[in-house]
Nanobody, 123 residues
Framework: VQLQASGGGLVQAGGSLRLSCAAS????????MGWFRQAPGKAREFVAA????????DYANSAKGRFTVSRDNAKNTVTLQMSSLRPDDTAVYFC?????????????????WGQGTQVTVSS
């Protein structure tokens, strides 16, 4: 599967952004999808994940209550709605796909990655 993330940009603290990840391939609905982010000088970290049906999600503590992950298998897309953004949310955001059945937070379980989209939150 090939992934293309989009929707990043510059936003003020407290604002919202909606990231999208478009996937190619007819087997999209079989993948667990995840969002990760990487700030300058830091390791890539888990943000959110969603199972194949969209019925189960997982969030990093930093994202809980502010971010919502969803998917549309008919359109081969996964979305990360981000609100109440803070300057420490500034990072490159990546979508990723995993063929494992569970929702993993470890990037090692994700075999497919998009190119990333920059999110910058100004104070």
């Amino acid at each position: 599967v090939q992934l293309q993330a989009s929707g990043g940009g510059l936003v003020q603290a407290g604002g919202s952004l909606r990231l999208s990840c478009a996937a190619s391939g007819r087997t999209f609905s079989t993948y667990v999808m995840g969002w990760f982010r990487q700030a300058p000088g830091k390791a890539r970290e888990f943000v959110a994940a969603i199972n194949w049906s969209g019925g189960t999600t997982d969030y990093a503590n930093s994202a809980k209550g502010r971010f919502t992950v969803s998917r549309d298998n008919a359109k081969n897309t996964v979305t990360l709605q981000m609100s109440s953004l803070r300057p420490d949310d500034t990072a490159v955001y990546f979508c990723a796909a995993s063929q494992r059945g569970a929702l993993y937070r470890d990037r090692a379980y994700y075999g497919y990655w998009g190119q990333g989209t920059q999110v910058t939150v100004s104070s």
